[in-house]
């Protein structure tokens, strides 16, 4: 059995929502406040959001796409900010500026829309997130699968997605250790694949351990 | 008036709620990292502090929160402030200013107020490292903070979003005091000069209001209030107030009645000593007219069970409320996996995400039309309902409030 080089540390991540004050009523004050909003704002409203909801997987993608949907009645406008995928993302910064350019490009070609009153207002909140290491560690492939198993989905959601954030940055934890740590690197790049947005954090748990089960015996 | 009382100053004798109840609902896992949490704060003090032991929402969820914060090893104590009826006729009165309503509070009633305020710090002891104070009753007891710690935390339950200005400007002289201030949605606040946070109210899976229920006693409460159980049943929980709209509920089911057979069951508190109430239920009454398929129940306080049967029983449950608090009815329906079509105000629209937890409305149509939807696409309203669950599991539970309470404390104290 291959030992690790280093050992993986579950970890828990649990946040607080801190409220901003910042709020739009409408498109362009929504345009306004991103510009100006923070990443923790942005990091709240797209990868905190997406853990919350994590069960629904129909469509479902970020509190901008929602409230252009359901508060401003723009599903076009939805649809496209929906379809930013955080896993594309390094940095904050970079998400928040194609959130920026997306609005702008939407409300260039719907000037109508700018102005128009949305059903419920658009609260701006930050995630205070604070993280705990978990009982669970591994140092070899099995006793990894055995700790996936025992822990919450929002450890999987901190190693699987917002992973990408931190160095080393644009991969997730699982994938990264399996490479670097335990040389499986055709692991890691299959798990690498497993779409978050189509899949609940249960599916993608049981998929990862899927495509373990056949490393067990090597 | 309130009696003065202190309760669980550590983990008391006897049978208490413990965290351990919870794993079989929210999981193992789940249990231990609220654990871990609480190990960074092992041996630390809380104190919350309310002005009622029992009855309302704020002492219901305290009655849970501290014995589970106890149970992680934090030593926790809950005081209620001392009153007379006076006392509690002014906070009335603030509480209904705070909300928006006309109110100039008299010189003696802020004398009054200030004066109770007084005494209870006399009374009380502020040794905790954390005191949590809840609402606007007892939020000038933070008089007595000396230098940190503790740390002082105001917990508003109620939407201050609106207020009558003169008297928001009295409680933001003590509000301004404190170190943070946690709020129910980010729809209730203002803007205020210490940092906010979120903590959505909670339900406890494992109260009387939300335990799974046998079905014999569902079978037999409807047959209690003549509920035929092989047809549709459409709900509101409410008491009979304007701003719940039942009139519009009873609108709404005539234009369903139009196209699919139901019955409608309008569940409510007694109205006995609130004039208003009585008013309402009689324009109920008058609205529902002869029809046998309208159900209207006067219920009383201790009717958590029949509650809990009645929305079990239910095909949709519906929330047709004009202005709304949070809105725990709608949480309890959707712990119980029930499709609600509910309308887009206060703290609903956090509950209820349009087409994945239940279906969000703006009028009595729009109300008709999605009851009708759900009614003919069964499958739909089953996911939704399914979904509804995940979503209290996730973010409404009991279990999630202590979390939030710690990680609370943790960021106050510099800790996180």
Not at chain 2, 150 to 169: E, M, Y
Not at chain 2, 300 to 310: G, M, R, T, V, Y
Not at chain 2, 356 to 373: C, D, K, P
Request: hydrophobic share 40%; aromatic share 10%.
């Amino acid at each position: 059995m291959k030992m690790a080089e280093t050992l993986f540390q579950f970890m828990a991540a649990s946040s607080l929502t801190r409220i901003t004050g910042q709020r739009a009523t409408m498109l362009m004050e929504l345009l306004e406040e991103l510009r100006r909003c923070s990443p923790a704002s942005i990091f709240n409203h797209t990868f905190q959001t997406l853990q919350e909801h994590h069960f629904l997987t129909g469509g479902f993608s970020n509190d901008f796409a929602q409230w252009a949907l359901t508060a401003c009645k723009e599903p076009q406008l939805a649809e496209r900010l929906a379809s930013l995928d955080i896993r594309h993302y390094e940095t904050l910064t970079d998400l928040k500026a194609d959130l920026v350019a997306t609005l702008e490009d939407y409300l260039a070609l719907t000037p109508e829309a700018a102005r128009r009153r949305a059903f419920e207002p658009f609260y701006f909140c930050e995630a205070v997130t604070v993280v705990v290491p978990t009982q669970w560690q591994a140092k070899t492939l099995p006793e990894f699968c055995e700790a996936l198993r025992r822990v919450s989905v929002h450890t999987v959601y901190y190693h699987f997605v917002t992973a990408r954030l931190r160095e080393p940055l644009a991969v997730n934890d699982f994938s990264w250790w399996l490479e670097s740590s335990l040389g499986l690197k055709d692991l890691g790049d299959k798990i690498e694949q497993i779409d978050i947005y189509t899949h609940t954090l249960e599916a993608v748990r049981q998929s990862i351990l899927e495509e373990a089960t056949p490393w067990l015996t090597v | 008036m309130a009696d003065g009382l202190t309760t669980e100053t550590t983990s008391a004798p006897g049978k208490l709620i413990s965290l351990g109840d919870y794993s079989s609902i929210v999981g193992s896992a789940e249990v231990d990292e609220i654990r871990a949490l609480a190990q960074r704060l092992s041996g630390k003090s809380v104190h919350m502090v309310n002005s009622t032991a029992v009855g309302g929402g704020v002492a219901e969820i305290l009655s849970r929160t501290v014995p589970i914060l106890c149970d992680c090893g934090l030593r926790c104590r809950w005081d209620v402030m001392t009153g007379g009826n006076d006392f509690f006729e002014v906070t009335k009165a603030f509480h209904n200013a705070l909300h928006g309503m006309p109110y100039k509070a008299s010189a003696q009633a802020l004398e009054l107020f200030l004066s109770y305020t007084e005494q209870n710090i006399g009374q009380l002891t502020f040794d905790g490292d954390f005191v949590v104070i809840h609402d606007p009753q007892p939020v000038a007891l933070v008089k007595a903070r000396g230098t940190p710690p503790p740390h002082w935390i105001w917990r508003c339950h109620i939407d201050v979003s609106n207020p009558q200005p003169a008297l928001w400007d009295f409680v933001l002289n003590f509000v301004r005091r404190y170190d943070a201030a946690l709020f129910s949605s980010p729809s209730f606040t203002r803007p205020l000069p210490i940092p906010q946070y979120l903590v959505s109210p909670a339900i406890d899976p494992l109260s009387q209001k939300n335990v799974p229920l046998d079905g014999d006693f569902v079978q037999k409460t409807l047959e209690r209030f003549s509920i035929d159980p092989k047809r549709t049943i459409l709900t509101q929980v409410s008491r009979f107030d304007r701003l719940k709209d039942p009139l519009g509920v009873i609108q709404a089911y005539k234009l369903v009645r139009k196209y699919k057979d139901c019955q409608l069951v309008l569940a409510g508190g007694g109205a006995a000593d609130d004039p208003e109430g009585g008013q309402v239920l009689s324009e109920v009454r008058a609205a529902a007219g002869n029809d046998p398929d309208i159900h209207i129940l006067e219920l009383p306080p201790w009717s958590a069970l029949e509650i809990n049967a009645l929305q079990r029983a239910s095909t949709i449950i519906i929330q047709k409320s004009l202005r709304e608090g949070f809105g725990l009815t709608v949480t309890e329906a959707l712990w119980k996996k029930k499709p609600v079509v509910a309308s887009a105000v206060g703290g609903i629209p956090f509950q209820v995400i349009h087409k994945f937890t239940g279906m969000l409305t703006h009028s009595v149509e729009g109300t008709a039309y999605q009851i009708r939807f759900l009614l003919s696409n069964p499958a739909i309203a089953a996911r939704l309902g399914e979904n509804g669950h995940q979503h209290v599991k996730e973010n409404f539970l009991i279990t999630g409030n202590v979390k939030r309470y710690m990680l609370m404390f943790l960021n106050v104290s510099g800790a996180a």
